[in-house]
């Protein structure tokens, strides 16, 4: 049965940069342990969307909720934010893994895993080690553990940043095109942590250009463009039986 916890919940949000509007009214929701896979032509607003969400953006109207917490609330047309205590409790239930991997380059890929925990966590060193340790090991990097992330392939890199990612324990995973700084055959091992982060419930919305991840892993597929939402589907009714001729279009160019 699908767990009906709504953990994400974004309403009417409007963003604009320099008086361009970049996101036009977009709502959505997202229940625990769903996939969202977020499609769409560059310049579509997806990624934005994703920094709203954890305030590395600031929207300019409507409101956000986590976990049915207020992030950011409509006030007479504008998006109004809870305090710093309030965002800080919300934004550590919420992870995000980057196009560029954004490791610490003087930490091995072990000391990059414990630092949140220690610094942000203010968690014990013997705590959060064997989760660390765990997690490396899950994403089939421990014999790396004491390597520098020079010394690491691009795929591994991302891997690594997934793993510190979940080594702060959240709720909720953001990925931002995880995949898109990476050659083909290093996309997989990266796609494979995600698919089994899938299959464990993790709560994720996940902007993509790998569209069979978005087919295989996905609970339900958006697609935006120009700041819309312009479909969203079960992935196999949106890929097999997409409604809006935008998405036909998107879709026959991305599937050749």
């Known amino acids: ?87 800080k409790h919300i934004l550590g239930q919420m992870c995000m893994v980057f196009q560029q991997f954004n490791l610490f380059p003087h930490m091995t890929v072990l000391e990059n895993l414990l630092e949140a925990p220690l610094h942000v966590k203010n968690m014990k060193k013997n705590e959060i080690l064997p989760v660390a340790e765990e997690l490396l090991r899950k994403t089939g990097l421990f014999d790396k553990r004491d390597a520098y992330p020079s010394r690491l392939s691009g795929g591994q890199q991302q891997r690594v940043a997934i793993a510190r990612a979940l080594c702060m324990s959240p ?5 931002d095109e995880p995949t898109s ?5 290093l996309t997989v091992g990266v796609l494979n942590t995600m698919r089994q982060l899938a299959e464990e419930q993790m709560t994720m919305i996940v902007v993509t250009h790998e569209m069979g991840f978005a087919r295989d ?40």
Do not use: W
């Not at 709720?171 to 990925?175: N, S, T, V």
């Not at 339900?220 to 700041?227: C, L, R, S, Y």
């Open 1 to 87: 049965m699908e767990n009906s916890t709504i953990m994400i919940q974004m309403s009417d949000i409007y963003k604009s940069f320099n008086n361009i509007p970049v996101l036009k009214g977009i709502s959505l929701e997202v229940k625990k342990s769903e996939v969202l896979a977020v499609i769409g032509p560059s310049g579509s607003g997806k990624s934005t969307l994703l920094r709203c969400l954890n305030t590395l953006e600031t929207i300019d109207g409507g409101s956000i909720k986590i976990k049915g917490e207020y992030l950011a609330k409509n006030s007479d047309g504008k998006a109004e934010y809870a305090d710093k205590k309030t965002q």
């Open 171 to 175: 709720d909720i995973m953001l990925f």
């Open 181 to 185: 700084a990476l050659d083909p055959e």
């Open 217 to 256: 892993a996905a609970s339900n597929v958006i697609f935006m463009a120009d700041g819309n939402i312009i479909e969203k589907a079960k992935p196999h009714d949106f890929f097999s039986n997409p409604q809006e001729e935008r998405t036909k279009s998107f879709l026959k160019n991305m599937l050749k």
